[in-house]
């Protein structure tokens, strides 16, 4: 079993930053490869980046790629997803989850999940 917890996000316009974190506790975290996800309201939820145990392969959704950076210090139990240009369709509740195996974009193939945190992204 492993624990998620997210903090970071906020409101923000569009154009701004934010960097979002989630702190793991209960099992080793490097064993877990480490997604976020996102969903806005009203739609499916959805894969936005993810990372093997180690940081050796990163994905990111295609309208994320060059905006968005997920990175993880194994020595915190900490993963990170840092936010540039945002836009306000990037307006959702993020999550964190772990597995273990190599990173997915399935949110079925997650079975730990933190509790998620909003980012509002003003125009």
């Known amino acids: 079993q492993v624990q998620l917890v997210e903090s970071g996000g906020g409101l923000v316009q569009a154009g701004g930053s934010l960097r979002l974190s989630c702190a793991a506790s209960?099992?080793?975290?490097?064993?877990?490869?480490m997604g976020w996800f996102r969903q806005a309201p009203g739609k499916e939820r959805e894969s936005v980046a993810a990372i093997t145990w180690n940081g050796g392969n990163i994905y990111y959704l295609d309208p994320v790629k060059g905006r968005f950076t997920i990175s993880r210090d194994n020595a915190k139990d900490t993963v990170y997803l840092q936010l540039n240009s945002l836009k306000p369709e990037d307006t959702a509740v993020y999550y964190c989850?772990?597995?273990?195996?190599?990173?997915?974009?399935?949110?079925?193939?997650?079975?730990?999940w933190g509790q998620g945190t909003q980012v509002t992204v003003s125009s």
């Open positions: 209960g099992r080793t975290f490097s064993s877990y490869s």
């Open positions: 989850a772990a597995r273990v195996g190599g990173p997915s974009g399935a949110t079925y193939d997650y079975p730990y």
